[in-house]
Nanobody, 115 residues
Framework: QVQLVESGGGLVQAGGSLRLSCAASGRTFGYYTMAWFRQAPGKEREFVAGISWSGHNPNYADSVKGRFTISRDLTKNTVYLQMNSLKPEDTAVYYC????????WGQGTQVTVSS
């Protein structure tokens, strides 16, 4: 059974940066398109960024384009999300999964951006 473990969240001031990690255990997801999602309080979970198995052609939600960068390390079975120029509206629990989602959701990692 695949388990996704997100980490790297925290409290940061607006304009700051964080780097999130998503590690998978139980099965490699090397040939899957992977993505980051987020869910803010009272809102639906939304797509943030996705990356193909090759690492080419990452795509982003308009709200994070130019500020966030998704990457992956196949040797470590890990996906990353570098978040720069953070805004209060980026506050949410961040999750990773395949894209479209096909695995059980992990616990997520909380990102809180203060103004």
């Amino acid at each position: 059974q695949v388990q996704l473990v997100e980490s790297g969240g925290g409290l940061v001031q607006a304009g700051g940066s964080l780097r999130l990690s998503c590690a998978a255990s139980g099965r490699t997801f090397g040939y899957y398109t992977m993505a980051w999602f987020r869910q803010a309080p009272g809102k639906e979970r939304e797509f943030v960024a996705g990356i193909s198995w090759s690492g080419h052609n990452p795509n982003y939600a308009d709200s994070v384009k130019g500020r966030f960068t998704i990457s992956r390390d196949l040797t470590k079975n890990t996906v990353y999300l570098q978040m720069n120029s953070l805004k209060p509206e980026d506050t949410a629990v961040y999750y990773c999964n395949t894209h479209p989602p096909s695995l059980g959701w992990g616990q997520g990692t909380q990102v809180t951006v203060s103004s």
